[in-house]
Every structure is written in structure tokens, then in C-alpha cells.
């Protein structure tokens, strides 16, 4: 890589050029949110990454899906590939393990990682990423966006960072089993949900400012847990308010014990 | 075959934290720290550490000519951990530190007197890993015993989890 590719990035540190090509980045799901992820750790530097998707792009994509075209379209190019083509275009020693599957279905390559991106659709599925980031020690970065209402839509959207021995998802007030639970009752009558670009782009980009932090260090502020709540109306990104007084020493749903491969129990 | 070693911020920083106090007469401490496995592709692992034993000070034999020397009673105890940690596969790691920047590995007094350890935990815990995990004031080295594998290997790297993502690689000393 040239002196030049990463001159003006520079105030991350000295050490930071290496420390961003030596980790091990994963993103779930490549659809509006993770397809900015890529392009984004991609331009950074970022070498080493392990990448989820089983969808090709459709004609509905092609609102949001950056680095797709017209004509990944009509040839239903998986986006993996978009994501791979992404990447090596902008980094050509990078290393991308590309899995046209749900990360579940192979999980091993997921954890090399010391970072995942959890972009997906639904509140169980990020359960399941938490789960397997904690088990294997495995720093969580979730983005999503929904839009509420049906006449004048309100774009609501978060960011949470939930890491191995801090307060998780549930401890910060984002996940609990009722809106799983809902989520299951409404399997099937949702129907395609909006989403556009901007808002994806947002949360994206705030993702990837925490993922960065975390592998530089450059700001020097603790980030046990972080959870950011985004309003599409007003174009703001605050804190939640859940977390504000937050006061956890050690995450009640989580213990550390509960780490690696899970070993089968005779009964 | 790659193998990582794996540990969360805090924990680190408590096996720093003991590593790093003086002992009455030791130049130096041992601990043991305790590790599962996550396994990867093509048979590699992850060795996930989730606990830590501190040695305490009566458990050191003085013995000028090495850095610390553990007394039997240390190494019963560390026996023992693997004996309890079979349900879980719960390996032991030997731990110290070498007190110096930048990379590290195994010393000839190392090399001469850890190892003979490993055969020890292994035979009362045949599931699971056991090793050693030598750490320098900013990196790190591991060398680990999988289950069903002839010998000891290197580990690649040892990853600390936590703001900023220290990954030690193994390639640095070279």
C-alpha cells in the first residue's frame, strides 16, 4: 500500500495502518446496510474480512445497495459478489471469505473475526449474533432501520455496540424477549419493509466511526457498551435514553463462563 | 492449522495487574489461567481464556538461579483445575510475564522448565487445551497442546478483545 492511500488518516495513530490491516472484520448480511460497511472498511484499510449473504440483488435493491447496478440486477448477481468486487477494487491484498449462505449455516469462519457487524432484518437473528459474539469473544457492532407508521412514515433507526464482558443488547434496554416474541406473531404478514438509502448510510457510517475506535484507539474514551438511537425526521443521532443512567458492573445475561464450543450435557 | 488465543479486556488487564506486583522474594510471578475451545475451520481453534489464578506468595520456592520457581502445591492446585475443568473442557495455561516492550517468547529457562508442566494437565484433562501464555508489557505469545494432537504448537496470535483490539501476531518476532 502506498504512503499516499492513507495520508489523511494519519491522526489514528502511528500504529494504526497496521492494526486496521491485521483484524478480522465480519458483516452479516450485505443488503443497505452492510454493503456502506464494506465500502467504508474498504477505503479505510481494512484488510481481513469474513462476509454473509445469500441474496442476489433483485430490482428492489438497487435503491440502497451501494456498488450495485442495473445490470446485477437482471443478471441476479449474489451479493457477495458486489461486496467481494467492492473490496478488491480498492484493496487488492485484501483477503475476503465469502459465504453465499446465513452465517448459522457455517459458522467456524465467523469466528476469526474480532469484530461482526450485525445487518440484519430481525430481532431474533440479532439475538443469535450477540449470542455467538459473546461465546467467542467477539466484539458486536448492530446497525438497523425501520420506518414506522403508514401515512407520514417516521425513519427510527440504532446503533449498538454490545462487547464480550460489558452490558448487552438487553442489559442497554434495546432487545428483549416480547419483541422477539411479537416478531415471531407477525412472521409472514409484514410484507417487504421500507428502507432507503440515507438513513442506511447514517448508521453505517456510525458503525464503522465505532469499529474504527475500537481497533485504534484514537479517541481514547472507554466504550464498554454503546447504544445510539437514530431519527430520520429530525436527522439526529443521540444516546438512548435508556442507557443514561445506566449502572451495570457485570452483564446478568451473559457469563463469562459461557464461552467457547457448547459442550453436550448426558441427561 | 491456526490456533489463537483469545482474552477479554478486563480479565488482560487483571492478569497484568497481578503479573506486575512484587513478590517478598521472586523476581517475578506465575499464574494459571484456564481456556476453552472454539473450534475453526480445517481444525484450527480458539482458546477462549476465562479465569485466572493467582499464585499466592507462600506457593513460590526461592531459588535465585530462575525467576520464580512454583512449589508443588501451586502445580497440585493447577492439577486439580484441570481435573474440575473436564466437564467443560477447561485447559490450564501456564502465565508470566517478561517485564520489556514489544515482542516476546520463551527464554531457555523457559523452555527448559514450563513444558514439562503440559504433560501433567494433559493427563487429567485429555478434552482440552492446555499451554502456556507468556506476556511482555505490550504483546504476547502462546504456545498450545490441543486435544488429540501429537505436540505443542505455536499459536498464531494472542488477541486481546477489548478498546483498542490487540492482536499479537506470532509473525512479529520474526
Not at chain 1, 148 to 168: D, E, M, N, R
Not at chain 2, 68 to 78: K, N
Request: glycine residues 10%.
Amino acid at each position: 500500500m502506498s504512503a499516499e492511500r492513507l495520508a489523511r488518516q494519519s491522526f489514528l495513530g502511528p500504529e494504526s495502518e497496521k492494526r486496521i490491516a491485521r483484524s478480522t472484520i465480519g458483516v452479516c448480511g450485505l443488503g443497505g446496510g452492510g454493503s456502506h460497511i464494506i465500502q467504508q472498511l474498504a477505503h479505510i484499510g481494512f484488510r481481513r474480512f469474513v462476509i454473509y449473504d445469500g441474496d442476489v440483488v433483485e430490482e428492489s435493491n438497487l435503491n440502497r445497495l451501494v456498488g450495485a447496478k442495473t445490470v446485477d440486477a437482471a443478471a441476479e448477481t449474489p451479493k457477495i459478489h458486489i461486496a467481494k468486487m467492492m473490496v478488491y477494487g480498492l484493496e487488492p491484498q485484501a483477503t475476503v471469505r465469502a459465504f453465499p449462505c446465513r452465517w448459522q449455516d457455517n459458522p467456524e469462519p465467523l469466528r476469526e473475526c474480532q469484530i461482526v457487524f450485525g445487518c440484519v432484518d430481525s430481532y431474533q437473528g440479532r439475538a443469535e449474533l450477540e449470542v455467538a459474539c459473546r461465546r467467542y469473544l467477539m466484539h458486536y457492532i448492530d446497525i438497523g432501520m425501520d420506518v414506522h407508521g403508514s401515512k407520514q412514515g417516521t425513519i427510527g433507526g440504532q446503533v449498538v455496540l454490545s462487547s464480550p464482558g460489558g452490558p448487552c443488547m438487553r442489559c442497554v434496554g434495546f432487545l428483549d424477549d416480547e419483541k422477539i416474541q411479537q416478531e415471531v406473531a407477525r412472521y409472514g404478514k409484514a410484507g417487504a419493509r421500507p428502507q432507503v438509502v440515507w438513513p442506511n448510510g447514517v448508521l453505517a457510517s456510525t458503525a464503522v466511526g465505532l469499529a474504527v475506535d475500537l481497533v485504534t484507539g484514537w479517541t481514547s474514551r472507554p466504550l464498554p457498551y454503546v447504544y445510539l438511537v437514530y431519527d430520520g425526521n429530525r436527522g439526529t443521532v443521540v444516546e438512548s435514553k435508556t442507557v443514561r443512567n445506566l449502572i451495570i458492573s457485570a452483564c446478568p445475561h451473559f457469563s463469562s463462563e459461557d464461552v467457547g464450543d457448547p459442550i453436550p450435557i448426558k441427561l | 492449522m491456526k490456533i489463537e488465543i483469545r482474552i477479554g479486556a478486563v480479565f488482560y488487564e487483571q492478569i497484568l495487574e497481578d503479573l506486575s506486583r512484587c513478590h517478598p522474594f521472586a523476581a517475578e510471578r506465575v499464574g494459571f489461567a484456564f481456556g476453552r475451545i472454539g473450534s475453526l475451520v480445517d481444525r484450527g481453534a480458539l482458546v477462549l481464556l476465562t479465569g485466572y489464578h493467582a499464585i499466592p506468595d507462600a506457593q513460590y520456592i526461592a531459588d535465585p538461579s530462575v525467576g520464580a520457581r512454583i512449589g508443588s502445591e501451586a502445580i497440585t492446585e493447577a492439577m486439580q483445575a484441570a481435573y474440575h475443568g473436564r466437564p467443560t473442557r477447561q485447559g490450564v495455561f501456564h502465565v508470566h510475564l517478561h517485564v520489556h516492550r514489544g515482542p516476546t517468547g520463551m527464554s531457555e529457562t523457559d523452555r527448559c522448565e514450563i513444558p514439562k508442566l503440559l504433560p501433567g494437565f494433559r493427563s487429567v484433562g485429555r478434552q482440552a487445551a492446555h499451554g502456556i501464555l507468556i506476556l511482555s508489557l505490550n504483546h504476547g505469545a502462546g504456545w498450545v497442546w490441543l486435544p488429540d494432537e501429537p505436540e505443542v504448537v505455536r499459536a498464531h496470535s494472542v488477541n486481546v478483545i477489548g478498546k483498542p483490539v490487540e492482536i499479537f501476531e506470532s509473525e512479529d518476532r520474526k
